[in-house]
């Protein structure tokens, strides 16, 4: 137990938070907003009693996270000695937000355990009689620059950071934080890929040091409307009608909410109206998991709603190895095996082939592997030789070379060659083999996917 003052723990976050900061309600009827006692969220309470020094939060949109974190960080700032901490935002609205959050946490701290400051600027606090300071920026700053180790690094809502300097900046902030330190990266998704994405899906495939955290948008109690069943039933076909498809396919959904989750007719009631609202974006600004979230982004070339159809059917295949199967070959029909190779690093990427059924339209296998190209393409041959002698099309950049000679080494009869048209001879005719990704190839190869996905 720490220093008790006024009855509380000072050295406990849980006790000090709700005691001694002070947060804006929302405004009432009239416009008028009033200091309150800082009451822990749920989701802010479980997040402080299982954080690391190395944490990713997934989350929904106003969900108190970011101020969640911030308050606990804040607690060490005015509590602890020779605490060193930075608040990274996407944007400068949001530091300046989040500054005034943390002078009013100071300001309204009772004398007995307020920190004196002699310094602040329009970016930092500085708490001498602790050696402490708290320095907040946006991703947009051209000015960001930490020359001393960190304590506590919060970056928020790094999904929305600027595509062009997030990984450095991240990078350059991460290494100034020790082992000791914390670290909390928290954001809503905006599309695959990204710092973000790569930053929670490493995590949760266990090949980074961070710890996972996910708050679906139904951890939030605020998150619920009354209504009556009237309207429920009224705004639940205008919520499908948004999304282009049948109510009972909403309902469906609902189902397995209320199923597995227990969500109540007031939060379903929620969900509908959000949905009106927002369409197929209601999944990504309010997740239910953390797999049909990230579906959508300022640089999306796919129909995020065309998308989440194909993943609402998505099962779980059968595994060999590094070869996942959902449907096994059917005799006499045609596959066709797309290859896409990376280097085989163990910290790399994954060479992937996928298995398409022409017939049929379906991605009925899937071999993914770290792998030297050789011991891949010798896989690759038997998968092939297994799905009927598929059509093997090996994009020819990099690795795909190594690949595509071994296979011609082995004559395997079936290989995609590229075709040029002869304009003399007004033919197509066969060059060499595999795939080749260029400024003429790609956007048809996109175009044409995207267009399929509409086209279910």
Known sequence: ?????????????????PAFFKVLEKADKRG????????????????????THRDVILKGRQMGISTGVMAANAHRCFTQKFTKMAIITHKSEVSEFLL??????????????????????????????????????SAESDAIGFGETLNIAH???TSRWPHTKARDLFNGISQTVPMGGFITVESTPRGRGGLFYDLYIGAKRGESGYKLFFFPWWEDPGYKIAMEERDFITIGEMAALRLGITRVNLESEEEQLVKHFHLTKEQLTFRREKIRELKYEFYQEYPENDEDCWLTSDISVFDGLALRQYMLRCETGREEGDLTIWKGPIGGEQYIIGVDMAEGLAKGHFSS???LSVKRNEYVARLRAKIPADLFAQQLIQLAYRYNTALLGVERASHGHTVLRILLENHYPEIYHREEYDQIEREYKLHEPGWSTNIKTKPIMVSTMAAALRAN
């Open 32 to 51: 008028i907003a009033h200091l309150v006692p800082m009451e822990l969220r749920p989701v802010q309470k479980f997040y402080i009693e299982n954080r």
């Open 100 to 137: 005034q959050t943390v002078h009013r946490f100071h300001r309204n701290l009772p004398a007995s355990v307020r920190p004196t400051t002699d310094w602040a600027s329009g970016r930092r606090m500085k708490f001498p009689g602790l050696d402490s300071y708290i320095h907040i920026d």
């Open 155 to 157: 970056l928020s809502e």
């Open 353 to 355: 082939a996928a298995v």
């Open 1 to 17: 137990m720490g220093k008790i003052i006024s009855g509380i723990d000072i050295s406990d976050p849980l006790a000090y938070i």
